[in-house]
């Protein structure tokens, strides 16, 4: 009969399927948890997309693709603000070219008579269109000159001072010569367009717009 305290007969018991699972005689393998294929997270693989793993189908955000994806967006987004960028600059080079080359002699209307502009008076009327404010003088020589009133730095409307020679603009503190219209002092980048005048009688006319870009 064996000795019931010897080692080999104690290894012999503890291996017995019956005592599976207590303590101290557990193989390592024996609780481990049955997963299922498709909850074991494993990396994409790229050659079977058709056939991604469950976790990926419930989260399918891939970083890379994701990064990818904002990557071409922004960059879409660049174009497309480009783009407009430059459809603006263009739409405003068009609208400056198309307003440079606009018929000077535009349109002939009359401005004021000339018994009813003294000397040192002036007269504001809109000329060529309704909106375009003007600025007719008459000078301490008898001569009437006329100037769009829309200061060239930022359109605010001019001011004339006739007895110290010059259109004032008070916005910036701009100032143009009375008789010339040419900018002489502060911000403004141009002088003032130029209306020319025909004098017919009594009656003095518009006739057309010199734009003028430099000094
Ligand atoms: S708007 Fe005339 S000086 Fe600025």
């Known amino acids: 009969m064996a000795d019931p305290n010897s080692t080999d007969e104690a290894l012999v018991r503890l291996e017995d399927p019956e005592r599976r699972g207590l303590t101290g005689t557990t193989p390592a393998d024996a609780f481990e948890v049955a997963r299922d294929p498709e909850d074991v997270s494993r990396a994409p693989d790229p050659a079977d997309e058709r056939h991604p793993p469950q976790w990926r189908q419930d989260f399918p955000i891939d970083w890379p693709k994701d990064e990818h994806v904002a990557r071409r967006e922004f960059a879409r987004f660049l174009v497309l603000t480009s783009s407009a960028f430059v459809a603006g600059q263009g739409f405003i080079a068009a609208q400056h070219l198309i307003r440079e080359r606009r018929p000077a002699a535009a349109e002939r209307r009359k401005v004021t008579a ?19 404010k003007c600025i007719a003088v008459r000078l301490q020589d ?18 004339p001072k006739v007895e110290e020679g010059v259109f004032f603009c008070p916005c910036h503190e701009g100032y143009f010569d009375l008789r010339t219209g040419r900018n002489i002092a502060g911000p403004p980048p141009r002088p003032l367009p130029r209306i020319l005048l025909e004098t017919q009688g009594d009656d003095v006319y518009a ?3 010199e734009q003028r870009t430099v000094t």
């Open 114 to 132: 000339l018994s009813a502009l003294p000397v040192g008076a002036a007269a504001v009327f809109s000329y060529p269109g309704e909106h375009d």
């Open 207 to 209: 006739v057309g717009v």
């Open 142 to 159: 008898g001569s009437i000159v006329a100037f769009s009133q829309a200061c060239t730095h930022l359109s605010c409307a001019v001011i």
